[in-house]
C-alpha cells in the first residue's frame, strides 16, 4: 500500500486502510534500520502521528519542521520516497535526517536539537510577511525541551506574532530518559490529564507565552490524533497551540520498547573493534577513585560515551544535565573555577554548540576543564550534520587550550592520565572506535611528538589520530616496497605543536593528514607556523564542503584523503 | 569613608553611614564612567544592593556571581579597588567586568549574558562535594533573562541538587528595554506584589524549577535589601531562592534615570568619526523601500547597532528578540528558506553565540543570510570577552560562507548593495566607526580585490578592514620616501580568496594585515593556499593569547599590528 502512495491517496483512505499502512509503515522502518542502521525506537513511535499528520494537513503546501530529525522516516515513506528508503543513509542515498535538497517536503534541515519551534515561527512569519496562507507545524520531541533555544523562541512568539502548531511528542526519552525539571513538570500534565480543570491550571506556564495548551493524548492512537489535529487546524488562523502527545519508543516492536536507549539509535555492520567511549568510562572510573576533585558531566548521552557505570558508582560527582550542552560547559568552568577537576564528554558536532563559552568561560579563564570529543573526523551515516570534522578549526583557534589527539586507544588512556594534573584547558578528540594498538607506548609530555618511522627520503608525513596515522603506516609499508622511504610522526598535540620536531626537519618536504577540515585544521597550523620559509608542505584534509552521508571510508576515498592519495603524491613528486 | 574601606568596616557602619557611602559609590562611579568609559546607568541602579550584600554576606568566602558584569562596579568598590578605581577600563586598569585575576572578590569572569545562573550552580555544586560550607549567589539582570542558558539553569537545579541565591535585578531594561513573555511575567509579578497570594499564584513557574520565589522590593531601598537578604540567608542551608527585586537604572542620576539607553554604555572620547551602523540603518531602509524580501533581526541592540528607524519604518519586518543570540540566527535561516532576505546584525563577540546555527541553519543549507558583523576587530576597553577578533577564524572555516570586509563606510554600503541579490550565506564584518574614505570605490564583484597601490617592490601588502588598509597605506607612504615601492591590496573578500590576483603576484613576497586572531584567520588562508610552493608570507595578526583593555591603537601597538612593524619588517627584509 505504502508503495507509490500519494498524498491524495492516503487522503481518501479508511481507518482501517490507514491502520494497515501504519503497519507496513513500521515494518519498513524496522527492516530497513535492521539493514543500514539508524534511528529506530524514536521513528517507530510517530507512525500514526505522522500518518494523522498527511491525513489532516497539506504537505507540502502547508509545512512540518522537525526537531533532531530522529523522527522524520514515516514521513519519508509517506512523500515519494518509499521507493529510495532502502537507500537509507547510505552514500548518495536518501538522508537519515529532513534534507531541503531531497525533497520539497522537507521544508528546513535539522540535526541538532531544539532548532524547530524558532525555525517555525521564522517560517511562519515568513508567510505572514508574503501574504501567503498554509499551516506551519513543529515536531519536537521531548527531549529537546530541555534546550534553552526552545525556550527562546518561546519568549518570543508573542513578540514575532505568528500562529504555529507546536506538537510536543512526550516519550519520555532523549536518547537516555529525559532529565530536569521540565520532564518532571511535562510528567505532572501528563498525570492530571484526566483531570481537566487541574491539568489547565497546571498547564499554565505554556499560555504564559502565548500558546493555548491542548494535552494529553495518546500520539499512537490514530483516530484520536486524526481528530485532534482536524480540531486544532481549525484554531491555527487565530492562535497557537501546543498539542502534547505521549508516545511509545519503539513502539510495535517489543525489543525496541523494552530498550529504548539502546535501540535509540542502530549501528550499521559489525563491532570488533575497540570502542574510545569504554576506555574513557573505564579509566575516568579508575582515575577518580584516587582524585576526588574529578567529575564528569554530560548532556543526555551518558551511555553512548562511555559514563554509565561512572555515573552509577559516582552519583554526586556525575551530572547528565539533558541536552544543554553550554550549561553543561560552564557547570565544567565553574566547577574548576572552584578546584574540581571536571571531564565534560560530548560529541564533536554537539560540541559546536558551547563554542562561546569554550572561548569565554573555560579559556579566558584558563581553566583546567577536560574536553573529551567523541566520534570526532568523519562520524559516517548520519551526513552533514553530525560530522565531526570542524573541532580542530574552531578549537586550535583559541587561546590556552592545548588539543591533544591520540593515535590509539592505550594512547587516549594515557592522554586521560595525563589530564588529571594538568592545570589548563584541555581537549582530547578521538572518533568513535579503534582498530588496533599502533607501535610503543611512551608517557605524555606536553606538546611533544612521536616518531613512528624514520624514513630517509624526502617526505615526513605527520599525522594525527588512528584513522590518519594508520594510513600513513600504510602508505609507509607501500612506498618502502618501492624503495620510498618517508618518516611517519604521530603529532599527539594538535596545539601546541611540537617545534623542536619541526625544526629538524629542515631537509624534508612535509605532508600533514588530519581528520578534519583544512581550513583553520592542524594542517593550517603547520602553513601558519612555516609561512615565513619556504618550506614546502602538502596538506591531507577535508575541502571546503559540507560532507554528505556514507561510510568513514567511503567518504574518505571521495575527498582523497587516503592511503593511495598519500602514495601516489610522495611518487609523483619524489623527484621534485 | 569609601577610600580604604574593608569589608568589616562596612559589616559595622549604621544605615545612616550606609547610605553615605552609597552616595559616595554613586559618585565616584559617575565621575569615573563619564571620564573613562563604561556601562554606568545599570551600575548606578545597583549600588544599594550591593552595599546590602556586602553587609549581609561574607566575601570573598561567600561568592557573588555576576550576569554580564554590567552591574559589577560597586562591588569592586567594596573590594579594595577603590584606589585603582580611576584606571577603570584603561590599559593596565582595572577591568570592567569581574575578573579572577584581580582580585579573590572576584570569583568568576563574565561578559556575554545568561551564564551566572550556570556558574553559580557549578560552584554551588563544587563547595557540596568538598564538603565546604558558603553562599553562591548570581546577580543577573531581567535582560539576561531572555536568555536559553537561564533556562537550561532552571531546568537543572533539582538534578545537580545544590542551594543558591539567584537575584534577579529587574529594571527592565537589556541595553534596550527587555521585551518578550518572560519580561511580561515579570511585570506581571510586579504588578501583583502587593498582593500576596495573588503574586503566589503568578510566581508557580520559578517553583516548578525548585526555587522558592520572594519578591517583588525595592532593589534601591537599602534597609530593606538588608533585611531580606539577612532573612534569606539564614534559608540557603535549605533551599535555592529567587529574590525579586525592582532597581531604577540609572538611579540617583537623573540624565541617566531618563536616558537608560543611551546611558547603558558611556563612550571615551571624542566621536568625530563615521559610525558603521549608521549606514547599516540607512541603507538597509533604503533597499528595503525597493525590495520587500528584506527584514533585519536583532539580539537586544537595536540602537547600537544602527536600525532603531528601520525598527520603526518597517515594524512587521523588523524583530528583537532580546538576548537571543541562536534564536535570532534560526529566525534568519528559516526566513530567508522561505523566500526572505534576512540581515542579522550582531556585535562580532555575541556572533560567536550563534557559532552551530551560523554552521547547521545558514550554510549547510546554504541559505542567503547576510550577517551583518559590528565591532569586528579589537574593540578596546571591555577586553577579553569583547574582543572581536575572532570572527574570520571561526566564520572562514565554514563551507559555503563568503566573508566580506569592507575597507570604509562607502564599501560597507555598496556590500550591502551587492547582498540583496546574493543568494547564498555572506558575513560582513567592520569595525564600529570608520575614520575616512579610501581611494576610488568600483562595484563589488564577488571574490574579486582591489590594488590600492601599485609598487614595483618586492612586497605586496595584502590587508583587509579600514584599520589594516590605513595602516598599509601609510607605511607605503613611508616607504615610498625611501625609494621602497610596496604595492597595497584590499582583499574586500576573504573569503573566496582573489585566486587570480594572488597567482598574479608570483614575483612578490606576500605580507597580510589583519584586524583578527592569526590562527585561522585571513593570513591563515593564505598560508594554506600557498603551502604547496615556496611563496614567503609575513602574517601580521594577533598572537594566540586573549586581548585585554586599552584603546584600539594601545593594544595594536602591543600586539605590533602596526605601520610601524610594518615598515621595519620591508627594510630589514628588503635585501633578503
Redesign the interface.
Known amino acids: 500500500m505504502l508503495e507509490n502512495i500519494t498524498v491524495a491517496q492516503l487522503k481518501s483512505m479508511t481507518l482501517k486502510e490507514l491502520l494497515a499502512l501504519c503497519e507496513e509503515a513500521r515494518e519498513v522502518i524496522t527492516a530497513t534500520v535492521l539493514k543500514n542502521g539508524g534511528h529506530l525506537s524514536s521513528n517507530l513511535g510517530t507512525v500514526e502521528l505522522t500518518v494523522a499528520l498527511y491525513y489532516v494537513f497539506d504537505f507540502p503546501k502547508d509545512k512540518l519542521?522537525f526537531d533532531v530529525g530522529h523522527q522524520c522516516y514515516t514521513h519519508k515513506l509517506l512523500s515519494g520516497r518509499y521507493d529510495r528508503f532502502e537507500t537509507l543513509r547510505q552514500k548518495g542515498g536518501i538522508s537519515g535526517f529532513p534534507k531541503?535538497e531531497e525533497s520539497e517536503y522537507d521544508?528546513?534541515?535539522?540535526?541538532?536539537a531544539g532548532?524547530s519551534v524558532?525555525?517555525?515561527?521564522?517560517?511562519g512569519?515568513?508567510?505572514?510577511?508574503?501574504g501567503e496562507d498554509y499551516n506551519v507545524i513543529a515536531l519536537v520531541g521531548d527531549g529537546s525541551f530541555?534546550?534553552?533555544?526552545?525556550?527562546?523562541?518561546?519568549?518570543?512568539?508573542?513578540?514575532?506574532n505568528t500562529n504555529i502548531l507546536l506538537i510536543l511528542n512526550d516519550n519520555g526519552m532523549s536518547i537516555a530518559p529525559t532529565?530536569?525539571?521540565?520532564h518532571?513538570?511535562l510528567e505532572i500534565l501528563c498525570e492530571t490529564a484526566e483531570r481537566k480543570e487541574k491539568n489547565d491550571r497546571h498547564a499554565?506556564?505554556f499560555e504564559?507565552?502565548?500558546f493555548r495548551y491542548d494535552g494529553v493524548y495518546d500520539g499512537n492512537n490514530l483516530e484520536k490524533m486524526i481528530e485532534k489535529l482536524s480540531e486544532i487546524k481549525e484554531s491555527l488562523k487565530r492562535e497557537s497551540v501546543i498539542l502534547h502527545v505521549v508516545t511509545k519508543k519503539g513502539k510495535g516492536y517489543s525489543f525496541c520498547e523494552d530498550n529504548p536507549e539502546a535501540t535509540h539509535g542502530i549501528s550499521h555492520g559489525n563491532n570488533v573493534e575497540t570502542e574510545y567511549s569504554e576506555i574513557l568510562g573505564k579509566t575516568l572510573i579508575n582515575l577518580a577513585e584516587k582524585d576526588?576533585r574529578i567529575?564528569a558531566v554530560t548532556a543526555a548521552m551518558t551511555s553512548s560515551l562511555g559514563l554509565s557505570e561512572f555515573f552509577e558508582k559516582y552519583p554526586?560527582?556525575s551530572?547528565?544535565?539533558?541536552i544543554?550542552e553550554?550549561?553543561a560547559t560552564?557547570?565544567?568552568?565553574?566547577?574548576a573555577?572552584?578546584?574540581?577537576k571536571p571531564y565534560y564528554a560530548v560529541y564533536s558536532t554537539f560540541l559546536?554548540?558551547s563554542?562561546?563559552?569554550i572561548?569565554?568561560?573555560i579559556?579566558?579563564?584558563n581553566l583546567p576543564v577536560t574536553l573529551c570529543i567523541d566520534r570526532a573526523g568523519i562520524s559516517g551515516a548520519d551526513g552533514?550534520?553530525h560530522q565531526g570534522v570542524?573541532d580542530l578549526?574552531?578549537l586550535?583557534?583559541?587561546?590556552?587550550l592545548t588539543i591533544a589527539v591520540p593515535k590509539d586507544v592505550k594512547e587516549f588512556e594515557e592522554f586521560l592520565r595525563f589530564s588529571v594534573d594538568y592545570s589548563a584547558p584541555l581537549a582530547i578528540r578521538y572518533p568513535r572506535s579503534g582498530k588496533k594498538l599502533l607501535g610503543e607506548h611512551s608517557a605524555v609530555i606536553l606538546g611533544k611528538w612521536e616518531t613512528l618511522v624514520r624514513g630517509d627520503g624526502k617526505y615526513a608525513v605527520i599525522a594525527c589520530g588512528e584513522r590518519m596515522l594508520d594510513l600513513a603506516m600504510s602508505a609507509a609499508e607501500k612506498l618502502g616496497q618501492s624503495g620510498v622511504k618517508i618518516s611517519v610522526i604521530n603529532a599527539r598535540f594538535v596545539k601546541p605543536l611540537d617545534e623542536d620536531l619541526l625544526n629538524s626537519l629542515s631537509e624534508k618536504h612535509i605532508i600533514t593528514l588530519e581528520d578534519n577540515?583544512?581550513?583553520?585544521?592542524f594542517?593550517?597550523?603547520l602553513?601558519?607556523y612555516?609561512?615565513?620559509?619556504?618550506?614546502?608542505?602538502?596538506?591531507f584534509a577535508y575541502t571546503?564542503?559540507?560532507i554528505s552521508q556514507g561510510s568513514v571510508s567511503e567518504l574518505m576515498d571521495e575527498l582523497e584523503v587516503n592511503s593511495e592519495a598519500l602514495v601516489d603524491y610522495v611518487i609523483k613528486n619524489e623527484n621534485r
Open positions: 519542521v531541503r521544508c528546513y534541515n535539522v540535526g541538532h532548532t524558532s525555525a517555525a515561527l521564522g517560517i512569519k515568513a508567510r505572514d510577511i508574503k530541555n534546550n534553552g533555544l526552545i525556550y527562546e523562541a518561546f519568549n518570543s512568539l508573542r513578540l514575532i532529565v530536569g525539571s521540565m518532571e513538570y499554565k506556564i504564559r507565552f502565548g576526588n567529575v554526586n560527582r551530572m547528565d544535565v539533558g544543554c553550554e550549561h560552564i557547570l565544567c568552568a565553574s566547577m573555577a572552584e578546584g574540581l559546536q554548540r563554542f562561546d563559552e572561548v569565554i568561560d579559556c579566558s579563564q552533514e550534520t570542524f578549526s574552531f586550535s583557534m583559541i587561546p590556552n577540515m583544512l581550513l583553520g585544521g594542517g593550517a597550523l602553513d601558519v612555516f609561512s615565513e620559509s619556504e618550506k614546502i608542505i602538502k596538506n571546503d564542503k559540507f
